[in-house]
């Protein structure tokens, strides 16, 4: 009777950087995305670096925060906007089509369901009989990890976008199928700006590119103060299911307090739920700064599991897709 009510109990996936790192440990988290950049191609961070230090208050920008500097170069005159976007929507591009499985050859494989073995994290969640046809998945990630998963196993996928889209004929967007959404709050690699209210979305990563009326990818940095319509209406509909569910299971991030649209979404959570029905799993392992990061951003009262989001921990402890299910 109890694991039936387990089972019963409807959850809200909000998904990080760190569940990707856990994946592909070449993924850049967004507080060493351009320490890797700097690694893996020096010519563009010099690029960024030369546009972008000029008008930034930073002792150097290996060391910051890519989140945050998205955030304040919305600040910019148009002229050192535009050329910041172009190149770092090129290094995004760079750091996560190839290092995330987010290709077309990628999606494609998933699509026409060719063995991979050993399974990915996402590919053992998403096929675990113990989640229901209720429960979403909220992403603030750009790459396509969880999206091919959901391909694999369904062959279709609801992104939650409805009215002027355009598809390629191989992708399946289902917008009644409800097993199992996916909502990218910041916008997805394979999401193609048309205009404000118009986007393409192809099998796998779009190449970035830039022209007069700005940047062909369909993304958001954190924390800008004016979302396209398509993507207000994302967060829209995710905020519409929140009171509707039982438990938010937070995968890999950092929740950085200067996103505020995401914080005032956890926080309308726990307004309808209570912080106890919050369950964290961090990717990085036995970080002793964890539980006061956390907590100044929610306070006290969710549940954490600090062994980071892996199937079976070394250690002995559970792994975390038993800590999702379990009733502790």
Known sequence: HTLQLRINMTKAFLIGAGATRAEYPDAPLTSDFFKLLEIHDHRLYRAIEQIILPHLNLDA??????EDVM??????????KNSFLREVYLAIYELLAENTGSTEASVLSALNKTSRLPGTLFHTLVNDHRLNEQDFFMTLNYDLYLDKEILRMQGTIDYGITGD???????????????????????????????????????????????????NLY?????????????????????????????LIIIGSSLNPQDQELIRLIKYFIKCKGIEKIKIIDYFTHDPNLSDKYTTTLGRGYKLYPYGFYLNNPRGYPGAIEFIFSEK
């Open 165 to 215: 889209i355009e598809h390629g004929s191989r992708l399946n967007l289902d917008y009644h199928h409800k097993r199992y959404s996916v909502y990218h709050l910041h916008g997805a690699l394979n999401w193609q700006r048309i205009s404000d209210n118009h986007i393409a979305i192809s099998i796998g990563a779009i190449t970035p590119s830039y022209v007069r009326t700005g940047p």
């Open 71 to 80: 955030k304040l170069a919305e600040e910019f005159s148009p002229s050192v």
């Open 219 to 247: 993304l958001v940095p954190p924390g800008k103060k004016e979302m396209f319509p398509i993507l207000k209406r994302i967060w829209n509909t995710a905020e519409e299911r929140i009171p509707n569910i039982d438990e």
């Open 61 to 66: 920008l290996r060391d910051s925060n890519i």
